[in-house]
C-alpha cells in the first residue's frame, strides 16, 4: 500500500497550502521562464526564512539589509526572466544576498541520485528545489514537499509547481512518477501536471538544498 510523507511545516486549509498564516503557493508569469526563483521564493517562505509580506514588491525595501537585497537581486534587478536561472546562478544569488539568514547547496546529480537526495532531505522536513529536463534543452523548476513510497521504494516525488494553479485539495499541484523508470537514456521518469498536454518524460537533475540559520 502507498504511503505519503509530507513535510511537517505545511498545513492544508480551505484557502490552500499554508506555512503559518503564509500562503505558499507562488505563481509564474505566463511570459516568463522564473520558475526557479518562485520555487526559491516558496522554499523560503517554508523554511521561516521570509514572510509573504517581504515578497510584495510595490514595498520599499531597504537594501542596507538582508531580505533587501534578496528582493533586489531576485525581483528587481533582472526584469523579465525570459530563459530562467541556471541553478548555480540561483546558489550565488542566495550566499551573495542572502547568506546571513540560509545556507544554500548545489548539488550536481542525477535520476536516482537526484531521488535519494530529495528523500534523504525531505525525511528531514526540508522542501527541496529541484529540476527536471526534458527534450530539446527543455527544464523546469519546481520545489519537492512530499515524497509518496511503496514499501522501502520512492514512487512519485510531490512538489508545488509554480507553472501551474495552487492546489486547493492536496498538499501538491504536480508530481514526478520514478515508480517504473522507461527504457530510455537520459529521460526516464514521467513528470505530472494539472494540463493533460504537458505530461513528458523527464531526468531528473540539479538540486538545491536551503536551510535556514540559527540566530545567533
Known sequence: MPSIKIIDKLKLDSEGVKVRKHLIHKRQGDIDGA????????????????????????????????????????????GLHRGGKDFDEIVTMLRHSYASKVSAMWHETKNEDSIELIRDEIDKDNPVIISVGYSKNGAHALLAVGYESIGDDISKILCLDPGYPAPKCS?????????????????????????????RAVAL????????????
Open 205 to 216: 537533475t540539479d538540486i538545491i538544498t536551503v536551510e535556514k540559520k540559527p540566530k545567533k
Open 35 to 78: 520558475c526557479a526563483t518562485y520555487s526559491v521564493m516558496m522554499c523560503l517562505l517554508i523554511i521561516g526564512a521570509l514572510d509573504n509580506g517581504d515578497l510584495d514588491i510595490y514595498k520599499k525595501h531597504n537594501k542596507a539589509f538582508s531580505k533587501g537585497r534578496l528582493i533586489r537581486d531576485f525581483c528587481e534587478s533582472h
Open 171 to 199: 498538499y501538491w499541484n504536480s508530481a514526478v512518477d520514478v515508480s517504473a523508470p522507461k527504457k530510455a537514456k537520459i529521460y526516464l521518469y514521467e513528470w505530472i501536471n494539472n494540463d493533460d498536454n504537458e505530461n
